[in-house]
């Protein structure tokens, strides 16, 4: 495995070519929380960016912001790259293959850098399809959430050939500080990203029960997110999601129903390889029943407020 920062790029750059630091005609799919943040990092490298998606106020935030839009007919072949940062399998399956998708108009040589979290299978598939084209396909599940997007700081968990990798290298410079690079056999980048999935699924459902269990022996939120992030039960995730709970918002960074995405996902990997996995399992059921609550769009934490109704307690924001 390679794994390449940014404190690298200063070496890096000794052995680049000046062709490879070129702007670069990228098109990102999807302007979500993640895409958008992405779209005006490669923007803020220099490269001249074309967003797409669905919400037409998302490509015309991004226009207004420098972005470019065109139809996918009239730039495709001029692509070098391709980023794809949609919901899952079936909106990747759709970008890249549908009626109007985006392989059948990129020109040979050119790359894909798939980002969403999908099923190893899938990615290995996808990128057999790209192959018939003469198109690269970089598997590249990503991680950092929406502030890391922007901050062009995200890592990429990802496998594929060594052209793909050359062939990404621009646009991952712009959208990520981390590169892992773990494999040319497509499919492990997506399985990585299975393993994070699993411990941030169950770290935040963790958060959860523990921020609950801690209100039910009357102690205040605040004081339990002060005290168990300087101890050795704290993770990343309850150092990031604990403050949503105790300033009471809930505004979507990462939302409650990706989780019965991404966790479904790793039970289904679990089971194909005769795995058993209970935490994830367990950590599941908790955001199903987050959702069935009518909580699938609020931002993850709220998995906080089926251990809070169940136990009968009261957190901060909740009416009196």
Request: charged share 15%; with cysteine; glycine share 10%.
């Amino acid at each position: 495995m390679t794994i390449v920062s940014r404190r690298l790029l200063c070496a890096l750059c000794l052995t680049r070519t000046l062709e490879e630091y070129m702007s670069n005609n990228i098109a990102v799919f999807g302007l979500g929380s993640m895409g958008y943040g992405i779209a005006m990092s490669l923007l803020s490298a220099g490269h001249t960016v074309y967003g797409f998606d669905v919400v037409e106020a998302r490509v015309r935030q991004f226009e207004a912001a420098g972005g470019h839009r065109a139809g996918l007919a009239a730039i495709g072949g001029e692509l070098d790259t391709a980023v794809v940062v949609v919901l899952n399998a079936a909106q990747t399956q759709d970008v890249l293959f549908g009626s109007s998708g985006v392989v059948a108009a990129l020109r040979a040589g050119a790359c894909v850098i798939a980002c969403a979290t999908v099923p190893p299978a899938f990615a290995r598939h996808a990128a057999a399809r790209c192959e018939e084209r003469g198109v690269l396909y970089l598997d590249a599940p990503i991680s950092g959430g929406s502030v890391k997007a922007a901050q062009g700081a995200l890592s990429v968990m990802a496998a594929g050939s060594e052209a793909a990798f050359a062939g990404a290298r621009p646009a991952l410079d712009a959208m990520a500080e981390t590169v892992f690079e773990l494999s040319s056999d497509v499919g492990v980048g997506s399985a990585m990203k299975a393993v994070n999935q699993l411990l941030a699924g169950v770290h935040i459902a963790s958060m959860g029960e523990a921020l609950a269990f801690g209100l039910s022996q009357g102690m205040e939120p605040a004081q339990l997110v002060a005290v168990i992030s300087k101890c050795a039960g704290s993770s990343w995730m309850f150092e990031n999601r604990a403050p949503h709970v105790v300033a009471g918002d809930y505004t979507p960074h990462s939302a409650v129903d990706i989780w019965l995405k991404d966790l479904g996902i790793v039970l289904d990997i679990a089971k194909e390889a005769k795995f058993p996995a209970p935490l994830a399992a367990a950590a599941l059921q908790q955001f199903t029943a987050a959702a069935a609550a009518g909580l699938g769009g609020e931002d993850d934490a709220a998995v906080v407020k089926v251990y809070a109704r169940n136990a009968g307690l009261r957190l901060p924001g909740d009416a009196v």
